[in-house]
């Protein structure tokens, strides 16, 4: 999962990067792993500045004032397909045709035959594992096929046109094209969200894309609209071209966005974030009450495990009459831990994160509530905790079914073997956890607490509940394929290996060598990042 935002200023001698910055740091909750942001100054010049790391410590003061130009194009990431290495810090940048700077949130399920296409027709060097670099790469193929000299709107949603009928997965994308224009657009299923604001200024109006709408509302920016499934958004100086350039599709944006991902004060393609989870706590208060009953045990307190589950945990108190307290108490300067990389991490993180205060729990049933339990490492780590301040009994709540499948549309769970519930039933996950009970949501509630707030909206993807993906494409060769590559242990070995790498002097063509995981059939010259496009990251 990764966070995009393209912003586009009307007066051009204005920079953007400190808004663009900010905009970031209002998505950082979407990718702590890595930073990056390019904008287009005079003449059509690039600036870049990008680097593993968080928001505030990449893009400094001294960064922010290197980045020239009254548009430009910012990613923060969370690492799914590929690895965590330097290079794949986004934006992307290709130099021809025309000059392209691409931000990517999604994954495809289809690099392997795109990457062949790429190598035997496309003639492009793929440089990382990346499918985002894949995907600029397609646009840019489908650009150079128009020949011209000078491109034109028209131009540019044929080439998107090309790329969404040549790929399959979810993908939201922001770009950005020397001295032209932003440009959005989206997958035909919209299972990843991205959407469009304007601003008026004395001079004209400033627009924004952005992965959450909090970006807008914090940026001044007003009439906030998503981008349809399919449809592609080219915003220059001079106006606004839209056009659906994909056949309909089943609509079915990513459910676990409202259970986890997206910031509360978030709305997504028409639904309060925080309306949703205040409904997941009143559905998920209906099934708590019936197991408790069924199994004879009365609760003391209510307790949500911060932050993502305060919304729900709250609403679940109220409706079942119990004193809801805030007894995990969060040190803020943790990341979050699921989208930390690597397991022992999130263990490690887990204490470093929260505290559990003993007077809230010491001689009571607690009913801890969570969003979701998906590795479990943070839930067991918390109800060990409660255990250990002297809690009798800990019940675990999730607003959320049981994740037992892969996921393959950008967020880091595909390793089913890694998934708590793979392969376990309730009783079996609560023993694993080391719960003295759990109670999960049922798909159909979690789908209607959603839902309520947009019915048009028929579909969601609910795969990691279900095991069925909306675009197709998925079969157990597939899954085999992908969790061999994003597993823990293999994410770690390529840390490891590049480390070494690059302690013993390891150098090609005078580049650290590297772990491609995925990789064109072409020479792999182990370039870093610089290559293309000077990185002012770390350079007084």
């Known amino acids: 999962m990764c966070g995009i935002l393209g912003l586009l200023l009307h007066n051009a001698s204005v920079d953007a990067a400190p808004e663009i910055s900010e905009g970031l740091s209002l998505l950082q909750h979407r990718g702590q792993d890595a930073c990056g942001i390019v904008t287009c100054g005079p003449k059509g010049r690039f600036f870049q500045c990008k680097a593993n790391g968080m928001?505030?410590?990449?893009?400094?003061?001294?960064?922010?004032?290197?980045?020239?130009?009254?548009?430009?194009?910012?990613?923060?990431?969370?690492?799914?397909?590929?690895?965590?290495?330097?290079?794949?810090?986004?934006?992307?940048?290709?130099?021809?045709?025309?000059?392209?700077?691409?931000?990517?949130?999604?994954?495809?399920?289809?690099?392997?035959?795109?990457?062949?296409?790429?190598?035997?027709?496309?003639?492009?060097?793929?440089?990382?594992?990346?499918?985002?670099?894949?995907?600029?790469?397609?646009?840019?193929?489908?650009?150079?096929?128009?020949?011209?000299?000078?491109?034109?709107?028209?131009?540019?949603?044929?080439?998107?046109?090309?790329?969404?009928?040549?790929?399959?997965?979810?993908?939201?994308?922001?770009?950005?094209?020397?001295?032209?224009?932003?440009?959005?657009?989206?997958?035909?299923?919209?299972?990843?969200?991205?959407?469009?604001?304007?601003?008026?200024?004395?001079?004209?109006?400033?627009?924004?894309?952005?992965?959450?709408?909090?970006?807008?509302?914090?940026?001044?920016?007003?009439?906030?609209?998503?981008?349809?499934?399919?449809?592609?958004?080219?915003?220059?100086?001079?106006?606004?071209?839209?056009?659906?350039?994909?056949?309909?599709?089943?609509?079915?944006?990513?459910?676990?966005?409202?259970?986890?991902?997206?910031?509360?004060?978030?709305?997504?393609?028409?639904?309060?974030?925080?309306?949703?989870?205040?409904?997941?706590?009143?559905?998920?208060?209906v099934e708590v009450e019936r197991v408790l009953k069924e199994r004879g045990i009365t609760v003391d307190v209510v307790i949500p495990v911060p932050d993502t589950s305060r919304v729900a945990a709250l609403n679940l108190a109220q409706k079942l009459n119990l004193p809801y307290r805030e007894a995990l108490i969060k040190n803020r300067y943790v990341g979050r831990t699921f989208i930390m990389p690597g397991q022992q991490m999130r263990r490690k993180n887990v204490r470093r994160k929260l505290n559990a205060m003993a007077l809230e729990f010491s001689g009571k049933n607690v009913l801890l509530v969570d969003d979701s339990i998906v590795r479990g490492t943070t839930s067991g780590e918390i109800i060990q905790m409660a255990k250990d301040v002297g809690a009798k009994k800990v019940i675990i709540a999730s607003c959320a079914p049981p994740i037992r499948h892969s996921n393959v549309y950008g967020i880091d769970m595909p390793s089913r073997t890694e998934l708590v519930a793979y392969g376990r039933n309730t009783e079996e996950i609560a023993e694993a956890i080391g719960a003295d009970l759990v109670v999960f949501q049922t798909l159909p509630d979690l789908i209607a607490s959603v839902r309520q707030f947009n019915p048009s909206i028929s579909t969601f993807d609910c795969s990691v509940f279900t095991g069925e993906y909306v675009t197709g494409g998925v079969n157990e060769d597939y899954l085999h394929r992908l969790e061999s590559l994003r597993a823990d242990n293999v994410k770690n070995k390529v840390a490891v290996n590049s480390r070494e790498g690059q302690s013993e002097g390891n150098r090609v063509n005078g580049f650290h060598t590297r772990v491609n995981l995925v990789a064109s059939g072409g020479p792999v010259n182990g370039a870093d990042d610089t290559v293309g496009l000077h990185n002012t990251w770390n350079i007084s």
């Not at 991205?194 to 894309?209: E, K, P, Q």
Request: aromatic content about 10%; overall charge negative; hydrophobic content about 40%.
């Open 55 to 285: 928001v505030r410590d990449v893009l400094d003061e001294k960064a922010i004032a290197k980045l020239i130009g009254g548009m430009g194009v910012g990613h923060v990431r969370y690492p799914t397909a590929g690895s965590s290495d330097h290079a794949e810090a986004q934006p992307f940048y290709v130099n021809s045709p025309y000059g392209i700077v691409f931000a990517h949130n999604g994954n495809l399920i289809d690099s392997p035959s795109l990457l062949q296409y790429m190598d035997a027709t496309a003639h492009r060097h793929i440089n990382t594992s990346s499918d985002s670099e894949l995907l600029l790469n397609l646009f840019a193929d489908n650009l150079q096929k128009t020949g011209k000299f000078r491109i034109n709107e028209d131009d540019i949603l044929t080439a998107i046109g090309g790329l969404m009928r040549q790929c399959t997965g979810a993908y939201a994308c922001v770009a950005m094209l020397a001295g032209f224009g932003i440009i959005a657009f989206r997958d035909p299923n919209g299972i990843r969200p991205v959407g469009m604001a304007s601003r008026r200024t004395n001079t004209g109006r400033d627009y924004l894309f952005a992965s959450e709408s909090i970006v807008a509302d914090a940026l001044g920016f007003s009439e906030w609209e998503d981008v349809k499934p399919g449809e592609a958004v080219i915003i220059t100086r001079s106006g606004v071209s839209k056009k659906q350039v994909a056949a309909h599709a089943t609509f079915a944006p990513d459910i676990f966005e409202f259970v986890y991902f997206a910031r509360p004060d978030s709305v997504l393609d028409g639904i309060s974030v925080y309306r949703s989870r205040m409904a997941m706590g009143d559905a998920l208060a």
